[in-house]
């Protein structure tokens, strides 16, 4: 029996993003950046991504990231500068984590772009959210691969900016995943799954909805 395997992968993502349900980055205050392991779409309102994908694979998987500088985006420059960070009270968090990029040097690179960054509570960041990642790296390595959207939401009546540059401080940070397919698993592997996480910004109301199907 002939068994075809079929992997979405992030450049059938970049190739046809219509047909596989990539948000749209059209708007006129919107910039798309395809990157070496990730597509990004960033507002020039808002100076922060409006979303990002990319694929996780378990080869792409290692045990830590060389830690590099922050700097600005050579290409999108409406993107943020670490003076808009300086005493702002809020960390720089990564929005396509730059340890699910370190197998690749240039990957790694650009994800320390500052236009692959949003403001983000140090409350969050440090618990919470790097929770999250870790249990995303967790179900990466049982996987066959991951597609995983992340962005930003700003539904909140009053925006909070900072800096120079006046980057504004989403109301909500999100992530979607969906697990690759197989129609055979090995053991130990895992069907579909759609596993989604909103995370809010204010440290008294952090919030987390999952869902498994």
Known sequence: MLLTTLLLTIETLNAQPGRFGLPACDAPDQQLAIRTAF????????????????????EMLTTAAPRRHFRRDPELTSSA???DYKNSGFHRSHVVPARDLAASPQALRESYFL????????????SAWRKIEN?????????????????????????????PNQIAVPCATFIMLQAGLCFICPPGRLLTRLWRAFMLHNPKVFAAAWKYE
């Not at 597509?39 to 378990?58: F, G, I, M, R």
């Not at 236009?115 to 440090?126: G, I, K």
């Open 39 to 58: 597509t990004l779409c960033l507002s020039n309102t808002h100076k922060v991504p409006v979303w990002a994908a990319y694929q996780l694979t378990p």
């Open 115 to 126: 236009s692959n960054t949003v403001p983000q509570l140090p409350e969050l960041n440090m």
């Open 81 to 83: 500068t670490d003076v």
């Open 135 to 163: 249990d995303i790296r967790k179900l990466a390595a049982q996987s066959d691969s991951l597609i995983i959207l992340t962005g930003t939401l700003f539904d909140c009546d009053n925006i909070r900016h900072i800096g």
